[in-house]
């Protein structure tokens, strides 16, 4: 398929299939003419790369995570076990953004509370 059906079908942009192809995220084939050619498992992945940047992890992290969720066996294994070792480091990183995160916005709210308050 098309990369606007592809986008459609999987909700991200042509500009995001783009760049996660930029990334090595993902691997579109190509037709005769040149055009990226996105099979269904490429619309999938393109699903879960969302869903992995939305959980916070980074597209570096994400490069290495992918192989593991595809392929669970063999020779990807050791690959795996190394990967799933370092995610801490990745759920402390992100913990301490929604703590950052946490601080602003209730530094915004009491702004907004302190700003309401002397109308």
Do not use: F
Not at 21 to 35: C, D, F, I, M, V
Not at 57 to 70: D, E, Q
Request: aromatic share 4%; charged share 30%.
């Amino acid at each position: 398929m098309r990369i606007a059906e592809a986008s459609e079908q999987s909700g991200a942009s042509t500009r995001l299939l783009r760049y996660y192809e930029e990334q090595g995220l993902l691997a579109p084939g190509r037709n005769t003419s040149g055009y990226r050619d996105y099979s269904d498992r490429d619309v999938e992945l393109a699903r879960r790369i969302r869903q992995l940047l939305d959980a916070g992890l980074s597209t570096a992290t994400i490069r290495t995570v992918l192989p593991c969720l595809a392929d669970r066996a063999g020779r990807l294994e050791a690959l795996c076990e190394e990967t799933v070792a370092d995610l801490p480091r990745e759920q402390v990183r992100i913990e301490e953004s929604i703590e950052t995160l946490t601080a602003s916005r209730d530094a915004i709210r009491a702004m907004v509370v302190g700003a309401d308050q002397m109308k």
